[in-house]
C-alpha cells in the first residue's frame, strides 16, 4: 500500500479529499494534519476528527498550527461555511486529537516512511514549513509531496494575483518550494489552472447526492449544496470548483493530468501582488525547476472516476 500524510483545511473540498482517500484500497493514510485556513483550527481539527470518525479511517489526526508563520490567519466561512463543511452538521465525535503538533507527525512520519511517504497538502502550507525547521531533509525523506496551490502567472481567487492556500500563509509557501529547489527535487502542484477545470455541475451534484446510504454521503453532499450556492453568488453559475481531489488522486494514480517542470516561488513583497506564485517560464533566475506543474488536466475523466471511487467506496 502506498503511504499517505494529508494536511488539511476541511474545508468542502478538502472533505472530499479525505473521502476519496478513504475509498481506495491501496492507499493507507497514515496521518492527518490539520492547518488553520479555510475556518480556524478549532474548527478544521473538528471536521478532520469528525470525518476520519464517519469514514472509518484511523489515522492519526494531528492539530496543526493556529496561524501562519507571520500574519495572523484569514479565513473563507463564505465560501467553506461558518464551520467549514457548508450545510453539513457533523454529530458528535468519539475521536481525540494525536498528543503531536502537526508539525511533529510531518517529522515522525517521514523518518517513519524514509522513501515511501506520499505528502500531500491541500491547505496552507504553514505545518510543512514548520516540519522543515526540525527536518530539512524532507525533501529527501518523502517519496513525493504534492501541493494544491498557486495561479502561476494567472488570476487569483483570492487577491487579483494570488490563490488562498499560497495567500494565508506566503513565507511557508516561499520557504517549502526554496527548499525543494535546494534539494533539486520538485513539487507536485496543482494550481489554479488546472484545478479550476474540475467544475461540477448540477448532474454531478445530483449523483454526490445519490451516492449511497453511508452517513458521510450526506455531510458531503450538504456541503457540496452550501458550495455551489457561494459560486452562484461569486457569479460563476450553478457549479462548484473542486480543487483538492484532483491533487490527491493525481498523487495516488498518477494520472488525470500531465506536468511540465517549472521554477517557482512566492511574491512576498509585492504591495499588490503579495502571495502571488511567479513561474520563471522564460529562465531569467537561472535556476532548475522546482516544480512539476499539472497541466492537460482531463475533467471528465477525473469526475467520473472521483465519483465512482466514491460510489464503490461509500455505497455498500
Ligand atoms: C483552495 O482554497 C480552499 O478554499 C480550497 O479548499 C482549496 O484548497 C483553492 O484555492
Ligand atoms: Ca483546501
Redesign the pocket.
Known sequence: FLPVLLDC?P?I??AFALAYLACRDDVETVGVVTTA??VGQDDVLRNALGLTELLGMDAPVARGADAPLVEPVMT?EE??GPHGLGHAQLGDCGRHPDGRSGAQLWVDLARKYPGELVGIV??PLTNLALALREEPDLPQLLRGLHV?GGAINHRG?TGPTS???IAVDPEAGHEVFEAWGKASKRVVLGA?QA?EVIRLDERDRRAVKELGEHPVVKVLADALRFYFEFHEADGLGWCAYL??PLVVANAVTGRFATTRPLAVDVELTGTLTRGQTVGDEMGRWGKEPNVDLLCDVDAERFIEHLISTLREGLGA
Open positions: 483545511d474545508g473540498d478538502d485556513g479555510n473563507a465560501t467553506h491541500t491547505g494544491m481567487n490563490e488562498w492556500n489554479l484545478t480543487h483538492d
